[in-house]
């Protein structure tokens, strides 16, 4: 089956620093892939659609001067979060729609962000 | 904005008995997934639904499209320890966007 991947897997920083976080999908081209945040016990809330080759698209509430997507090519997509701060801490998922197979996605295994 | 709302938030059972989840919305759906999520790992598809009504089987795992497309249910059948989780329900509410449940905790006791 189709496969997400995340790096890094876990990473933890300072306050006011910068972390960027890459999604791949590794065996398919992904035209698409979404950007999701889950805070302990919680869903995964959307943040932002990526789309290659142009400006991603954010949901409500989402700061997109904080939360930096670039979608620069079919396999990859990376989120930055910048200036980081504790209340940045979060589960950060990715997911890849499979440009051959209509909506399905499929989902990376995540990157766990502490900022200290 | 949307929403999916899925009860019970929480299951405890016994290793062996079948379990019921659904999942609500006040909107129509016309896409209805299930996932489940282990902890610190990403969530993993289990059934999709694509028409009202449709009932679908995935091993012990069966869901339903509700007629009115505002709710799906998941069976699991003869539950074991590995079916401990987080389940989701998830649907497509535009052709671009997936939005998720509020998600089950499923707890089984050998």
């Known amino acids: 089956g189709a496969v997400v991947s995340q790096h890094p897997s876990r990473v933890i920083c300072k306050s006011g620093t910068s972390v960027k976080i890459e999604c791949r999908s590794l065996?398919?081209?992904?035209?698409?892939m979404f950007w999701y945040r889950q805070f302990p016990k919680k869903s995964l809330m959307l943040m932002a659609t990526?789309?290659?080759?142009?400006?991603?698209?954010?949901e409500q509430g989402v700061e997109k001067d904080k939360f930096l997507i670039n979608h620069a090519s079919l396999t990859l997509s990376t989120l930055t979060v910048t200036s980081a701060h504790p209340e940045d801490s979060s589960f950060y998922i990715c997911s890849a729609r499979d440009r051959g197979s209509g909506h399905t996605q499929y989902f990376g295994p995540g990157t766990r962000l502490t900022v200290l | 904005g949307q929403q999916l709302n899925q009860s019970p938030q929480s299951m405890f059972i016994q290793e062996g008995e079948d379990v019921s989840m659904n999942c609500t919305s006040s909107?129509?759906?016309?896409?209805w997934l299930w996932y489940k999520q282990d902890p610190g790992e990403g969530p993993v598809l289990l059934i999709a639904?694509?028409?009202?009504?449709e009932l679908t089987s995935n091993g012990r795992l069966t869901a339903q499209f509700g007629i009115t497309r505002k709710d799906s249910f998941l069976n699991i059948s003869a539950s074991i320890p590995s079916d401990v989780g987080i389940y989701f329900c998830a649907g497509f509410y535009s052709t671009n966007k997936l939005i998720f449940g509020t998600g089950t905790l499923l707890a089984v006791q050998p």
């Open positions: 639904l694509y028409k009202a009504g």
């Open positions: 909107s129509i759906f016309n896409t």
């Open positions: 065996d398919f081209q992904a035209t698409t």
């Open positions: 990526s789309n290659e080759g142009s400006k991603a698209t954010y």
